[in-house]
């Protein structure tokens, strides 16, 4: 299967075999989310769940920057109503997006503030070049966090040290972020496309329904007690022991082979 949708003039959505691309693609706003954008998104987010073929998604902005944030330019006169008409999609997207069965992947430069730090922590993993910054934002402008920040941040990073990043808006540095697990690896920028593409393909050759079992354990966990999760643990370990990637990775243990996982 390959195939490419532009989604709207500033996200591009591009299906390609088993990887979906999310282009936030307002370069000269360094992406600033707009309401364009927002609706785009869930839309997009949409196409990606009704897609059963596709084994991982990337995150990833166009030009300088992988998102300064929201479009305040728009907000201004009417800000209430503006923000509404961007939060309401974006937030289902993201519902949408944490319950997708196969990795999310950001690949980050250049600005990762606000609303873009929030999306980027709402993927299941991140890559960020060694020239990235990173700044929650939001006290700078009087704003509190949307996009899922308030949920994500304090769980990465701990209580305290999310109120220092929340309340405080310091810029942080790749290598910090990459201290805090804000970020899972930092690479030389010049190399961000090429150890990102490694890396999508690695995920997509993988065993991409233990892959969605095992997001649904660990973003479950936050909400069960140990019996519960215990109990989550059980059912999904005897639904993957049923599976033909189950017996392939057997197979391949065994017999001292790599795996050719099918992503079923």
């Not at 998604?57 to 800000?79: E, I, P, S, T, W």
């Not at 970020?183 to 990102?196: F, G, I, K, S």
């Not at 059912?235 to 079923?264: C, H, I, W």
Request: proline content about 5%.
């Amino acid at each position: 299967m390959t195939s490419a949708a532009t989604t709207s003039s500033c996200l591009a959505l591009d299906i390609s075999g088993a990887v979906a691309r999310i282009d936030f693609n307002r370069p000269a706003s360094l992406n600033a989310i707009n309401v364009e954008m927002a609706v785009a998104f869930q839309a997009a987010i949409q196409v990606i769940a009704s897609t059963p073929a596709l084994r991982v998604v990337l995150l990833r902005g166009q030009g300088k920057a992988f998102m300064a944030g929201g479009d305040l330019a728009a907000m201004q006169g009417n800000a209430a109503a503006t923000a509404r008409e961007i939060i309401v999609p974006l937030h289902a997207g993201l519902i949408q997006m944490a319950n997708l069965p196969v990795p999310v992947l950001a690949s980050v430069h250049g600005a990762v503030a606000g609303a873009g730090l929030s999306i980027m922590m709402a993927a299941d993993l991140a890559i960020a070049a060694d020239t990235a910054v990173f700044n929650m934002a939001y006290a700078k402008i009087a704003a509190s966090p949307d996009a899922s920040g308030s949920w994500h941040l304090p769980r990465v990073v701990g209580l305290r040290k999310a109120m220092e990043i929340a309340l405080l808006s310091d810029t942080l540095d790749a290598p910090e972020a990459l201290r805090l697990s804000l970020v899972n690896r930092v690479v030389p920028a010049d190399a961000l496309a090429d150890e990102t593409e490694k890396l999508l393909q690695r995920l997509a050759a993988g065993p991409t329904a233990a892959f969605g079992r095992i997001k649904g354990l660990m973003r479950g966990s936050l909400q069960r007690d140990l019996p519960e999760q215990l109990q989550a643990e059980q059912a999904a370990f005897e639904a993957g022991a049923a599976t033909a990637d189950f017996n392939e990775g057997l197979a391949a243990f065994l017999g001292k082979r790599p795996p050719v996982y099918s992503g079923v």
